[in-house]
């Protein structure tokens, strides 16, 4: 079974930086395509960042230029998300997924993390 593990979440204030970690346990772990969701209350999940196997990434319009996704194939299982910039409307739980590049969906979950921004 596949686990993702979160970590780097915590308050801010505005303008501020934080550094999401997510560990997965799979040594095929290269052949996954990573994503950084969040969800904040009463609104619906959003996709903030993902990332190929082969490095390209994606974003959502609303971090484009303040969020940067990346991983780390070699030495450690992980994906990271380096979020810049913060602001009160990133407030939001913020959640780890990855799939099988061959899929179109995320197969497995990490248990969130939270991200409070304050102004």
């Known amino acids: 079974q596949v686990q993702l593990v979160e970590s780097g979440g915590g308050s801010v204030q505005s303008g501020g930086s934080l550094r999401l970690s997510c560990a997965l346990s799979d040594n095929t772990f290269r052949t996954y395509c990573m994503g950084w969701f969040r969800q904040a209350p009463e609104k619906e999940r959003e996709r903030v960042a993902s990332i190929s196997f082969d490095l390209s990434t994606t974003y959502a319009d609303s971090v484009k230029g303040r969020f940067t996704i990346s991983r780390d194939n070699i030495t450690v299982n992980t994906v990271f998300l380096q979020m810049n910039s913060l602001a009160p409307e990133d407030t939001a739980m913020y959640y780890c997924?990855?799939?099988?590049?061959?899929?179109?969906?995320?197969?497995?979950w990490g248990q969130g993390t939270q991200v409070t921004v304050s102004s």
């Open positions: 997924a990855a799939r099988p590049c061959y899929r179109s969906e995320y197969s497995y």
